[in-house]
């Protein structure tokens, strides 16, 4: 019995039904009207269009007239784009038609106009439906180059729906050179994709290929698992052509374990399916092939006849000499069970023709074998003639037919030894292909580690620089008043005072600052946006800030627009706008002023801070949000910071899926912006 692999073809389904509702019949008759001043391309682009309503409604011939049609007027007009997607299209006919040989020739030619425009991703997708067919035509060495050129494609494309498509070529390949485990690892790295992209059908097509892969490794294995979660996918997106296939796999898994009830079982259910359908004539000779396996088996002869010359109608029709040539040792096999010896000869005599053009056909590793071994018969029947007309030459004669034989050993030890370096180096070439994935994967840990390792000690370098400086002004000045408290008077010892508690309020900002920026990198934050009111939050901020600028007389004018409602967390806004807020007051004059204002767009709001203090070069903006070049700057009274309070902004603002910037002129101002989302109801 026979299983099928599933591929995932890439826009070349065809819905072939023969009834066309009256709207496109009305369209397909304006389309028939098509006017002379029409330029030419809109002309072959309605062409196109027609085409392929004709091919969706099941009119294929009428289609492939039309194709050649518009082919013929896009050559005229020498419009490469067009060019090339006519013969993508008539690629495509032949491959619905089984015609892979024609299928490639087309493909290969719409390759050639696609690589000039430089269409990446339509070469990519060509070149796997290229593989595609050599894998159907068996010349697996073919096939699996062409994967190999898309995958690289898709890869550079970062299309990830593409290469697992690939994979599935690939495991299909190992899979018909019973080569299970390799076959299994590319559909587990299929299947992996597909689920990162939710992309139901190709987990359901990954599932029926590792059921596949797995039971022929182990029969004893639940691979059968797999089909069955493959059909309740399939069911769920009403891909009952699939539910058949995997009805079908399942029918030839328990003809395996000679379950025979289950397989019959199983095998009507994908008949009935396929007779719902009506459409792959593919998959009707695939399951009368099994059917009639199965009750010959059974030894039900005249049903195995019957479901045989089922097949075999759908095998002439399609051009499947593979699934003939089990048809016809099956029958034969029938045939002579039941006493029909000469029914059962004939049947014998076409398998072994046909079997032996398969052979030549699908084999043509061992043509070699076979052309050295015709020669050595003709050689012997000459050698039988020369000895029949004189004895003297006996010599001569069994000296050619040891050195025929000679030679007929060397080609098959050269046939096994190609076929051996030929397997070997497709091994070395996907192991190399392995280990080149790991080494890129190693190599990325490497270098996120030694970023992070990086930021490691600049952080500490930060807490060791930004914290001496309050830390020593702390134990100084306590120091001073413990050894001289009877000394100084009331007036001095507050001051002393005043200068400790300025030094704590840095330090324990900077610790703030530094625990907040810890967790953020750590992920323990929690980010949990709700519907905030801004001027109320602003209102609040300013209202903590507000004994900073009092002390330095400056003034902050609240100008943001009210009912105006965003989605943030609100100790991440809290944390912005306090660093923001306290960064303007440090480097604005005394008896300065900061305005906070709003500009709203679409669905973001900007949010401004803008002051007339001290202002910043161009090469302190550029630096300001990133650690690498974190410095730390004087206030305009003497204040201190360690510059982590604007690289917790900006990580904060990242959140919350906005941007923080700074514009400044030197000796007029700054002025610092952040964007956050409008709350929408």
Same mark, same amino acid.
Do not use: W
């Given at each position: 019995m026979i299983k099928n692999i599933t591929f995932l073809i890439l826009g070349l389904i065809a819905f072939k039904s023969n009834a066309i509702n009256n709207s496109d019949i009305i369209y397909s008759n304006k389309l028939e009207n098509f006017s002379k001043k029409i330029t030419d391309s809109t002309r072959i682009s309605k062409l196109l269009d027609k085409a392929k309503l004709y091919y969706t409604k099941g009119k294929i011939d009428s289609a492939f007239n039309f194709y050649n049609e518009g082919l013929e007027l896009a050559r005229k007009s020498n419009i490469k784009s067009q060019i090339a997607e006519y013969l993508f299209n008539i690629a495509t006919y032949y491959q619905d038609l089984y015609q892979y040989a024609l299928a490639i020739e087309y493909y290969e030619r719409a390759l050639i106009h696609f690589e000039d425009l430089n269409q990446i991703k339509k070469v990519a997708e060509i070149k796997k439906q290229i593989g595609d067919n050599y894998s159907y035509l068996t010349e697996e060495d073919k096939a699996i180059d062409y994967y190999f050129k898309s995958l690289i494609h898709y890869r550079e494309l970062k299309d990830q729906d593409g290469v697992a498509d690939n994979y599935i070529g690939i495991g299909n390949l190992y899979y018909g050179n019973e080569h299970y485990d390799f076959a299994e690892r590319y559909y587990n790295d299929a299947l992996e994709i597909f689920t990162s992209l939710k992309d139901t059908l190709g987990i359901a097509t990954s599932y029926t290929n590792l059921a596949n892969a797995t039971i022929d490794a182990d029969i004893n294995s639940n691979g059968v698992d797999y089909y069955f979660k493959s059909i309740d996918l399939q069911e769920a997106l009403k891909d009952y052509e699939g539910v058949a296939i995997n009805f079908n796999n399942i029918g030839d898994y328990y003809m395996t374990l000679n379950m025979y009830d289950e397989a019959k079982f199983y095998l009507n259910k994908a008949l009935e399916k396929a007779i719902q359908l009506n459409t792959d004539k593919y998959l009707f000779a695939l399951i009368y092939l099994n059917l009639?396996?199965?009750?010959?088996?059974?030894?039900?002869?005249?049903?195995?006849?019957?479901?045989?010359?089922?097949?075999?109608?759908?095998?002439?029709?399609?051009?499947l000499q593979d699934f003939k040539m089990y048809n016809l040792k099956n029958l034969s096999t029938v045939y002579e069970n039941i006493g029909n010896r000469s029914k059962a000869l004939?049947?014998?005599?076409?398998?072994?023709a046909l079997n032996d053009t398969i052979i030549k056909t699908n084999k043509r590793k061992k043509i070699i074998l076979f052309t050295a071994l015709n020669k050595l018969e003709e050689s012997n029947f000459k050698i039988n003639e020369l000895s029949i007309k004189n004895e003297n030459e006996k010599k001569i004669m069994y000296f050619l037919v040891i050195a025929i034989i000679i030679?007929?050993?060397?080609?098959?030890?050269?046939?096994?030894?190609?076929?051996?370096?030929?397997k070997a180096y497709n091994l070395l070439e996907f192991k190399n292909y392995q280990i080149s994935r790991m080494h890129?994967?190693?190599? &990325?840990?490497? !270098?996120?580690? %030694?970023?992070?390792?990086?930021?490691?000690?600049?952080?500490? #370098?930060? +807490?060791?620089?930004?914290?001496?400086?309050?830390?020593?002004s702390i134990i100084g000045f306590t120091e001073l008043l413990i050894e001289n408290i009877a000394v100084y008077d009331e007036e001095k010892q507050l001051k002393f005072l005043k200068i400790v508690k300025g030094s704590t309020t840095k330090a324990s900002d900077l610790l703030n600052n530094l625990l907040i920026w810890a967790n953020s990198q750590s992920g323990t934050i929690n980010f949990n946006p709700v519907k905030i009111e801004l001027i109320k939050q602003v209102s609040d901020v300013i209202s903590l800030v507000e004994i900073q600028a009092?002390?330095?007389?400056?003034?902050?004018?609240?100008?943001?627009?009210?009912?105006?409602?965003?989605?943030?967390?609100?100790?991440?806004?809290?944390?912005?706008?306090?660093? &923001?807020?306290? !960064?303007?007051? %440090?480097?604005?004059?005394?008896?300065?002023?900061?305005?906070? #204002?709003? +500009?709203?767009?679409?669905?973001?709001?900007?949010?401004v801070i803008k002051d007339n203090g001290i202002g910043m070069s161009q090469e302190t903006i550029d630096n300001l949000f990133s650690i690498d070049n974190k410095t730390s700057s004087i206030g305009t009274a003497n204040e201190q910071g360690s510059g982590l309070g604007l690289i917790l902004c900006k990580d904060f603002v990242e959140k919350h899926g906005g941007k923080i910037w700074a514009e400044s002129t030197l000796n007029t101002g700054s002025m610092f912006m952040f964007s956050m989302p409008i709350y929408q109801d």
């Open positions: 009639s396996d199965l009750e010959s088996t059974v030894k039900n002869y005249d049903k195995a006849i019957y479901y045989g010359n089922k097949s075999l109608e759908f095998c002439d029709k399609l051009g004939n049947y014998l005599k076409e398998y072994i030679f007929g050993l060397l080609v098959i030890i050269l046939i096994l030894q190609q076929t051996s370096k030929k890129k994967e190693i190599k &990325l840990q490497t !270098n996120n580690l %030694k970023l992070l390792n990086d930021t490691k000690d600049k952080i500490f #370098s930060i +807490i060791a620089h930004d914290l001496k400086n309050p830390f020593n009092i002390n330095k007389e400056i003034s902050i004018f609240n100008n943001v627009y009210h009912n105006l409602y965003i989605n943030a967390d609100v100790n991440m806004l809290n944390t912005i706008l306090r660093n &923001l807020l306290s !960064n303007s007051i %440090k480097f604005t004059k005394p008896g300065g002023e900061i305005y906070m #204002s709003s +500009i709203i767009e679409k669905t973001t709001v900007t949010i």
